[in-house]
């Protein structure tokens, strides 16, 4: 048997003890895994007016911010469309897309906002936007940009921290499976560390670049497999699985000791 597998030990060689801290750690961060996958879809599902499912287009609003309107437009394209009449709503646009200089609003656009919009978004209904002053319209036409730098850096080093943790376990449970050949082996611990880096870069890249947006969702996924693989295999060797005999007899996957091996 070759080298690499010096100082191999196979679940089979642990103590019961041991294999049942493996076994509950594993149950427990694989409920936590669960939980997460939940809240990346709660948290990012119905940014692209589709609250059914998570799409590019969700993770690209989420760090980048939309790429087309802003709250003010949508509405005059959509259900506010009818308060006014159409050269009235092209001077609204026309304002927007200029970057809504707050100056101009007074002369231009407050009119106009007085004679159609006001008897309802007066604020006497909480759930629809005040429209009476300067401060809360340049609110509705606040250019979406997505997360800021503030909360990406929060999330950012929580994230670095937190699932470095979580595979620092996994990964140390599953180096006692048997798997060959060895780089795959290698290759599925190495994953998770090296897509958690490229995961919060691509946010950055992100929210300047919304094309990235696929580096974020390919790093999640190939995260999720390398969890997965690890998961799967580490619980399946501790419990069900005999290891070939070549293997066992090597003295690699079981201490031999006094020149028996020990059962
Ligand atoms: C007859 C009452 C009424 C008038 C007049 C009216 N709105 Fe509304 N507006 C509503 C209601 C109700 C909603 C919430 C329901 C909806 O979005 O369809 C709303 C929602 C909105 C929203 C928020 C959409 C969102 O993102 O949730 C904006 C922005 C808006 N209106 C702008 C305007 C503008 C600009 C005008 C004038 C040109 C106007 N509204 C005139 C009743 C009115």
Known sequence: MSDSNRAFFHFSALPMSTRMVYTMTLLVLGTGYLFAMLQVFFSHAGLDGNPKNISAQDIRIAYHGSETDTRLVTALKGPMAGMLPEAERAVIFKWVDEGANPDAYETRIKPILEARCIACHDGSNPHIPVLTSKD?????????????????VRVSHIHLFGITFIFFIVSSIFTHAYMRPLWLKCVIIVLPFLTILTDIFSWYLTKWLPGFAWFIIISGALMGISFTVQWVVSMWQMWFYTLPPDVEACGGALPVIGGKKRT
């Open 136 to 152: 809360e319209v340049m609110k509705v036409v606040a250019k979406d940009t997505g997360a800021t730098i503030p909360t990406l």
